[in-house]
């Protein structure tokens, strides 16, 4: 029960109803949209005209992919996986690695520079005060900097939103681009391997890593509650 001996537990049940069936649905949707090219990538002439292929374009494929990782934190409902996969099957999991991670810091400087013009009137206009609601423990705490980075740590916690939020508390603009960057390697990285794995056949560890992005993104959804609670009770002692 909350403060006011209303029972919350239904409401926060079908919140995790409600996440777990978009995290399906996006997860069917990007396997139909991706596996016709990953079966071709099962070829190994197909692969070696893949990488033929991205070799073509030369600095124009960077940019792109550049440019469309930037949209996807920028547009927060876009999702980051496919193109962190695309960017390591291109480029390898390493410099697949840096390209995303460049792309999240200039998106992240983009969008803390427009909060802080803009202020709180943009966050609600866009995600509403209920959802806001809930990351108000970040104002004016000390703490703010661990809160951030477990959160951008965790598979499956609500980043892009976050994005939006912190530039409204006292951390600074420095602090928090190198924090979610550091904090974004893992999930960034897993993708990327996933992409280069595929790229080189080697179908292993593909399904290792595909398994445990699976596993530790639905506890995200799952414990992102409790998570969030657990952090509201820390950053208030």
């Known amino acids: 029960m909350d403060q006011t001996g209303v029972d919350t537990k239904p409401k926060l049940s079908r919140r995790v109803l409600v996440f777990l069936g978009l995290f399906c649905v996006v997860t069917v949707v990007l396997c139909i949209f991706f596996w016709p090219f990953v079966q071709k990538l099962r070829d190994p002439v197909y692969r070696e005209g893949f990488s033929r292929w991205v070799k073509l374009q030369g600095a124009r494929g960077v940019l792109f992919l550049f440019g469309i990782q930037i949209l996807q934190i920028i547009v927060a409902v876009i999702p980051g996986e496919p193109v962190e996969f695309i960017a390591g099957a291109a480029y390898g999991a390493l410099y697949g690695l840096i390209l ?23 966050i609600i206009r866009f995600f509403g005060q209920e959802k806001l609601n809930r990351y108000v423990f970040l104002q004016d705490t000390r703490k703010t900097a661990l809160v951030v980075f477990v959160i951008f740590l965790i598979p499956g916690t609500p980043k892009d939103m976050l994005s939006y939020v912190v530039p409204l ?8 681009v190198i924090i979610t960057a550091f904090a974004r390697i893992p999930s960034i990285l897993s993708s990327t391997i996933m992409g280069d794995s595929v790229i080189k056949g080697n179908w292993g560890m ?3 890593v595909l398994l445990l992005i699976a596993a530790l993104g639905l506890s995200g959804i799952l414990f992102t509650e409790r998570i969030l609670g657990f952090l509201r009770r820390k950053t208030k002692t």
């Open 100 to 122: 995303c991670l460049a792309g999240c810091m200039i998106a992240s400087s983009f969008i803390f520079a427009l909060v802080r013009k803009a202020g709180l009137p943009l």
């Open 169 to 176: 508390s006292s951390l600074k603009l420095r602090a928090f």
């Open 206 to 208: 593909f399904a290792l």
